[in-house]
């Protein structure tokens, strides 16, 4: 039932955090057309580590590793809007963006 929740609010989630990303990283952070596309770019990388998830599945429950990286993408998406700050900014995006593929 969780994974099936998670499977139908995660796109979701997802376009919404996308639009509004881009238009934070603008009015609060202040970031130039070059700030937006280091951004964007290291936002991938996340995604080329997600088959860690699979040798952490052999320790770890499903529901547990899946709760566990949503814990990880609040606190980055969290810590982002608090902190709006141009290299912070990429790094709790980064940690946001992980926590997000991973699930």
Request: negative net charge; glycine residues 10%.
């Amino acid at each position: 039932m969780l994974l099936t929740l998670m499977t139908i609010a995660m796109p979701v989630a997802f376009h919404i955090w996308s639009a509004l990303l881009n238009n934070f990283v603008v009015e609060q952070a202040a970031f130039t057309g070059i700030e937006i596309g280091i951004l964007q770019s290291l936002r991938e990388v996340p995604g080329f580590l997600a088959f860690t998830a699979v040798f952490v599945l052999l320790i770890v429950k499903e529901q547990t590793l899946a709760v566990l990286f949503a814990g990880v993408a609040g606190v980055g998406g969290c810590a982002d809007r608090v902190l709006p700050d141009g290299i912070w900014s990429v790094f709790y995006n980064g940690l946001d963006e992980y926590g997000l593929s991973l699930l």
